[in-house]
C-alpha cells in the first residue's frame, strides 16, 4: 500500500513528526529551499513584469531527484514547511520543481509540533496560499534587485566584496545616525543635592534629594558656585516632615515572548546574540529527544510578532499555576494580551513551551546547556504571563527644608514588594535593574514631625549622551519602526558585521570607518533606500499583497521605476572613493614598506604598501603577543569556517594547538601555563584546573 509523502524542512523536524504520524507517512526532509534565483546574474525580468527565473542549486540537484522519486510511490504529497510566508513559499517552489501534478498535493500548516496540533492539521490541508507566496516572491525580487544592482556601484567607486540592502543598510544609517548624535553630543553639568536626616528622637540616617522649591520652581543648579550657596542656605534650615504619601501599585507581568522580545531578552539574560537565539529556538521548534517520549518539539513555531495564546495552552498555565503555587498566585481571569507590532500576523501565536508540565528542570539532562537556558527562558515567561500581579508599597515622604524667606523641597522614596505575584518566578530585565525595590524600608515618619540635619552631600554631573545599540535595543528600534519582519532580525545583524560595515565594542554596535562611507554615499544617492519610514512603509506594501490582495509585480515597479534613475544618475556622477590605508606594525620582507590590511574575495589579507612597484602579500593575521604553549610561536586570532574566533598557533600546520577563549599574557599563577579569558573578566588556566579573575592591567 503507498504511503503518504511529507516534506518538511529539516531531518529533526521530520523525526518529530515521524513519531507522530506513524508508519502510513513517509518524511522527507528539503533542506530549506530547494530552488532560488540564480547567483550569477539578476535572475528578474526587469522589462517584462518583474518574472524571476528560478535554478535548482547544483548542491540540490541529487536531493531533488530523491524527492522526485519519493513522489512517484507516494498516494498523496503533503508539504509541511513552516507556518509563515517563506514556509508557504518552499511549499510552492517544491511543488514546482517535484511535479505532483497526477498526484494530490496539500499543504499542512502548524504552529506547534505536537500530536493535537499536527493531527488537527493533516485533518485539515488546504491549498498553497499563492497571496503568501507572492509577498515573498516580492520581497525576495525587491532585496535581488537591489542588492544586485547597488552593490557593482559600491565595488566600483568603493571596494569590491562589498553589498547592500533595503533592511541592511536602513539598519547601518540607524547605527551610524546614533554614532552621530553621540560625536555632537555637548554635555550639561548640573549638581544634585542631598541631605542626610534623622527622626529627633532617632539614630537611623536616611537621605532626602532636593527637588525644588516649594512654591513649585525647580531651582538650576549649574555649578559648583550656585551648588555651594544652595547648600549654605539649606545648612541654616529647619527641617520637617510636609507630607508623608503610601499607596498601593502592582505591577502586571511580560506577554509571551516574540521573535523580537525573545531576541531582546536572551541577549539581557543571557548575552545570546540574535543569530545565536534564532538556531537555538529552531531546534527546540523542531524536536529534541527526551528520554522515553522520544523526540519532542518543546516550543510553538519562533518567528512570529504576535502575543495570542490558544485558549488551550492558557487553560493548562493556570491549572499548573493553581497546583505548583497556591490559588493567591493566580488571578480570578485569564490575562489576554493586545499585540502591538505594527503589521502583526495574529493568525501566529507567540512563542511557549508545547506543554506547561514539562518543566526545564524535568527535561535539562536532554538538552544543551544552550537550549535549556533558552527554554527555560520561555517557559517562565509563558507562566509568568498567567500569574498575579507584583503588589508594592511605595512609599513618598516630601520634607521641608524652611528658611526665613523661603523652603526648600525634598522628597525621598521607596518601593517595598509586599508580594510577589509573577516576580517570584520570572522578571524582565528591566524590572531587575529597578533600584527602587533594593531600598531599604524608611523610618515610620508622620506629617509635620521635626527632623535632625546631620550634612549636606553635593555631586557634580553631566548630562548623558544617547546610548549605542545593543542586540536588544536595535531589534527593539527595528520592530518599532517596522523595519523587516521577524525573520530577518538575526540575519540583517549578523550581515552588518560580516561586511564590516558595524563592529560590537563591549557589547555595543559601533559604525567602522567603511560603513559611514558607504553609508553617506547611499545616503547622498538612495535617500529613499535608507530612508526608515519609506523602509518601514515598504513592509505595509508587502502587507497589502495578502491583506488586500494587492499585485505583487506593481509593487516592486513602484519601487524600481524612482530606484533606476537614482543608479543611472549615481553610476553617472559619483566620483571614486578613496579609502584610507591600514597600516600594521609590520614591514614587508621584499622592499622593507609598511604592510597594509587589504580586502580580497576571501576576506582580509596582507599586501605591501608599495604596491604595484611590489606585489608581495601574506595572509592576515591578529597577533595576540602570546607565545604558545607547545611550540614558542606567537597566537594569533582565527575564523573557523563556522565563523566562530579561535586562536592558534602561528605555526599551523606544523603546530596544531588552539584555544576558543583569548589567551593572557600572564601565566596561570598556580602552574604557569597559557591563562586565557572567559565569560566576561573570568579567567582560565588550559594546564591545570585555576580559575581566578582578571586582573585591571591585563
Avoid at 260 to 275: C, G, M, N, P, V
Wanted: aromatic letters at 8%.
Amino acid at each position: 500500500m503507498a504511503k503518504n509523502l511529507v516534506i518538511v524542512e529539516s531531518p529533526a523536524k521530520a523525526r518529530t513528526l515521524l513519531k507522530i504520524l506513524g508508519g502510513r507517512y513517509n518524511l522527507k526532509a528539503s533542506l530549506g529551499h530547494v530552488r532560488d534565483l540564480p547567483r550569477s546574474e539578476l535572475g528578474v525580468d526587469v522589462e517584462n513584469g518583474f518574472v524571476p527565473r528560478y535554478v535548482v542549486p547544483k548542491a540540490k540537484n541529487k536531493l531533488v531527484n530523491e524527492l522526485k522519486k519519493a513522489v512517484k510511490s507516494a498516494s498523496t504529497v503533503y508539504l509541511a514547511t513552516d507556518p509563515d510566508r517563506e514556509g508557504e513559499a518552499i511549499a510552492w517552489h517544491l511543488a514546482e520543481v517535484i511535479k505532483t501534478d497526477n498526484k494530490p498535493c496539500r499543504r499542512v500548516v502548524f504552529h506547534e509540533i505536537t500530536d493535537e496540533a499536527v493531527k488537527q492539521a493533516f485533518q485539515n490541508p488546504r491549498s498553497i496560499d499563492m497571496q503568501l507566496v507572492n509577498a515573498q516572491q516580492a520581497r525576495r525580487v525587491l532585496d535581488r534587485l537591489v542588492g544586485y544592482k547597488l552593490s557593482p556601484l559600491l565595488w566600483q567607486k568603493v571596494r569590491r566584496g562589498l553589498s547592500a540592502g533595503r533592511v541592511q543598510s536602513a539598519t547601518v544609517k540607524i547605527i551610524v545616525d546614533r554614532e552621530r548624535e553621540i560625536q555632537s553630543f555637548v554635555p550639561v553639568e548640573y549638581w544634585t543635592i542631598e541631605a542626610e536626616l534623622t527622626k529627633k528622637a532617632g539614630k537611623v540616617p536616611f537621605r532626602a534629594t532636593l527637588i525644588g522649591l516649594m512654591d513649585g520652581t525647580k531651582p538650576d543648579i549649574p555649578d559648583e558656585r550656585e551648588a555651594g550657596r544652595v547648600k549654605a542656605e539649606l545648612e541654616q534650615a529647619d527641617y520637617r516632615v510636609h507630607k508623608v504619601g503610601i499607596k498601593k501599585a502592582t505591577r502586571q507581568p511580560a506577554p509571551p515572548f516574540t521573535t523580537s522580545t525573545l531576541q531582546q531578552e536572551a541577549w539581557h539574560k543571557l548575552r545570546f546574540t540574535a543569530k545565536q537565539t534564532m538556531a537555538i529556538a529552531q531546534q527546540l521548534y523542531e524536536g529534541l529527544s527526551i528520554g522515553d517520549e522520544g523526540s519532542v518539539g518543546l516550543i510553538t513555531y519562533m518567528r512570529t510578532d504576535s502575543t495570542r495564546v490558544a485558549a488551550s495552552a492558557i487553560a493548562e498555565t493556570r491549572d499548573y499555576i493553581g497546583q505548583k503555587y497556591g490559588a493567591k498566585y493566580l488571578p480570578p481571569r485569564a490575562r489576554f494580551f493586545r499585540t502591538t507590532a505594527r503589521g502583526a500576523q495574529e493568525a501566529h501565536e507567540a512563542i511557549r513551551p508545547t506543554r506547561i508540565p514539562r518543566e526545564p528542570a524535568l527535561i535539562k539532562n536532554y538538552l544543551t546547556t544552550s537550549q535549556h537556558r533558552l527554554y527555560d527562558l520561555i517557559w517562565k515567561r509563558m507562566v509568568a504571563s498567567q500569574m498575579a500581579a507584583a503588589i508594592f508599597d511605595n512609599t513618598s515622604i516630601d520634607i521641608e527644608a524652611k528658611r526665613p524667606k523661603t523652603g526648600y523641597l525634598l522628597r525621598i522614596t521607596s518601593s517595598v514588594n509586599v508580594f510577589p505575584g509573577f516576580i517570584a518566578l520570572y522578571s524582565e530585565s528591566k524590572d531587575e535593574a529597578d533600584e527602587d525595590e533594593k531600598k531599604a524600608k524608611l523610618p515610620a515618619l508622620r506629617k509635620d514631625e521635626d527632623l535632625n540635619l546631620l550634612g549636606i552631600y553635593l555631586e557634580q554631573r553631566f548630562t548623558q549622551p544617547p546610548p549605542r545599540f545593543t542586540e536588544a535595543t536595535l531589534v527593539k528600534m527595528l520592530e518599532q519602526w517596522g523595519i523587516g519582519r521577524p525573520s530577518t532580525y538575526a540575519p540583517t545583524l549578523s550581515t552588518i558585521q560580516d561586511r564590516e560595515y558595524v563592529t560590537r565594542v563591549r557589547g555595543s554596535f559601533q559604525p567602522t570607518e567603511l560603513g559611514v562611507l558607504v553609508n553617506d554615499l547611499l545616503n547622498q544617492h538612495f535617500a529613499d533606500i535608507l530612508n526608515i519610514k519609506f523602509t518601514a512603509g515598504m513592509e505595509d506594501e508587502l502587507d497589502n499583497i495578502v491583506k488586500k490582495n494587492r499585485n505583487w509585480a506593481s509593487v516592486v515597479q513602484d519601487f524600481y521605476t524612482p530606484f533606476d534613475k537614482d543608479l543611472t544618475d549615481a553610476f553617472q556622477r559619483v566620483e571614486r572613493v578613496k579609502l584610507p590605508v591600514e597600516l600594521v606594525d609590520e614591514t614587508c620582507p621584499k622592499c622593507g614598506k609598511p604592510l597594509a590590511i587589504k580586502m580580497g574575495r576571501y576576506g582580509k589579507f596582507l599586501a605591501c604598501s608599495g604596491y604595484p612597484e611590489c606585489k608581495y602579500t601574506q595572509s592576515y593575521q591578529l597577533k595576540t603577543g602570546v607565545k604558545c604553549p607547545e611550540c614558542g610561536s606567537e597566537l594569533v586570532q582565527r575564523v573557523s569556517k563556522k565563523k566562530r574566533v579561535f586562536y592558534g598557533c602561528s605555526n599551523y600546520p606544523e603546530c596544531t594547538f588552539a584555544v576558543f577563549y583569548k589567551p593572557l599574557p600572564a601565566p596561570c599563577p598556580k602552574c604557569g601555563g597559557l591563562l586565557t579569558q572567559y565569560r566576561g573578566r573570568l579567567t582560565r588556566c588550559t594546564k591545570c584546573d585555576y580559575k581566578g579573575k582578571l586582573e585591571r592591567d591585563n
